[in-house]
């Protein structure tokens, strides 16, 4: 069994930034990916952004790309997401998740884990 803890959400103006942690424990975790997800209130959960756990290389939605960073520390079992130039519709609970595949990566269902969240409000 693996588990996910994220933190770092919080409240912050449009424009500024957080930056989100994903620290994973449990059984040795060595998945294909790390994947961030966020679901606002009365929307479906969208893809954010993934990391390929062993080469580093990183896939983003395209409403966030240029503007969110994924990265990981191998040694310590976690997953970042620096958010910069916060806008209003970025404002969800935001999900880490271990699993992914190479053809599925930014699809929710082949996420085997996931942590329980953490809250991003960005305000005017």
């Known amino acids: 069994q693996v588990q996910l803890v994220e933190s770092g959400g919080g409240l912050v103006q449009a424009g500024g930034s957080l930056r989100l942690s994903c620290a994973a424990s449990?059984?040795?975790?060595?998945?294909?990916?790390m994947g961030w997800f966020r679901q606002a209130p009365g929307k479906e959960r969208e893809f954010v952004a993934a990391?390929?756990?062993?080469?580093?290389?990183?896939y983003y939605a395209d409403s966030v790309k240029g503007r969110f960073t994924i990265s990981r520390d191998n040694a310590k079992n976690t997953v970042y997401l620096q958010m910069n130039s916060l806008k209003l519709e970025d404002t969800a609970i935001y999900c880490c998740?271990?699993?992914?595949?190479?053809?599925?990566?930014?699809?929710?269902?082949?996420?085997?884990?996931w942590g329980q969240g953490t809250q991003v409000t960005v305000s005017s």
């Open positions: 998740a271990s699993g992914g595949s190479p053809l599925t990566i930014r699809f929710a269902g082949s996420y085997a884990y």
């Open positions: 449990g059984r040795t975790l060595s998945p294909y990916a």
């Open positions: 990391i390929h756990w062993s080469g580093g290389s990183t």
